[in-house]
């Protein structure tokens, strides 16, 4: 069984297609896999992503609105987690930057209620769970984990073959190579090489997983 970290920016550009090509493989290749989505923010995270909107030729906004957007989504995909569970949570947010990225939509509270209403949960709940303690202590639990591992960019993927015997996990930062990652996520595939999109030069090791639940 393979267990998979991805931390990524909640509206950030290239975490998307990072999500969507992860659950493509894992669909494609019918492997056993723990799933740990894990969404960060931080200034350092935010500027990137202004970056890579620029390189897109995209029109971008200030710092702040980035920053009040993504904060704003990381809230309410916490708030998901805790009434309604991990999948309801990872489907709101991969719908969310479905729209912001292949629609070109700008994020607004008519668009998260949108995407909410249409998973069938409640939105006055959400709102109202997204501004508590809970919720907060849910956002520092995942960034302490980042900070444990130190992630500093997104996407970020760690990839674990728990069948492995040498039972270390890869980090790749940055947008996956899809010939990389089907090749970490072949059973017995060999260790593969750094190269010019991914960098795996960052290996951890070690007994026990740390696992989200």
Known sequence: MFEIFLFINP???YCY?????????IQRLNIDTCYHFVPI?????????IIRRHQDEQKTCGLSYYTLTANQALQ???????????KKARTFLFNLQQKMTTDSSCFSACLVKEIILNLGL??????SLA???????????????????????????I???????????????????????????????????????????????????????
């Open 76 to 86: 309410i995909y916490h708030a998901i987690k805790l009434a309604y569970g991990n």
């Open 41 to 49: 923010t931080s200034m350092n995270i935010i500027k990137d992503d």
């Open 159 to 213: 990839i674990f073959n728990e069948d492995d015997d040498n039972n270390y996990g890869f980090l790749l930062e940055g947008v996956i190579n899809q010939d990389e990652l089907t090749t970490l996520l072949t059973p017995a595939s060999p260790k593969i090489e750094a190269t010019e999109n991914t960098d795996i030069s960052n290996v951890f090791s070690g007994n026990s997983h740390l696992r989200l639940i």
């Open 11 to 13: 509206t950030g550009i």
């Open 17 to 25: 297609d990072t999500e969507r090509r992860i659950k493509e493989t």
């Open 131 to 157: 501004e508590s303690d809970y919720v907060q202590n849910s956002i520092k639990q995942d960034r302490k984990l980042a900070e444990q591992w130190k992630i500093h960019k997104t996407p970020t993927t």
């Open 122 to 127: 409640n939105y006055k709940d959400v709102q």
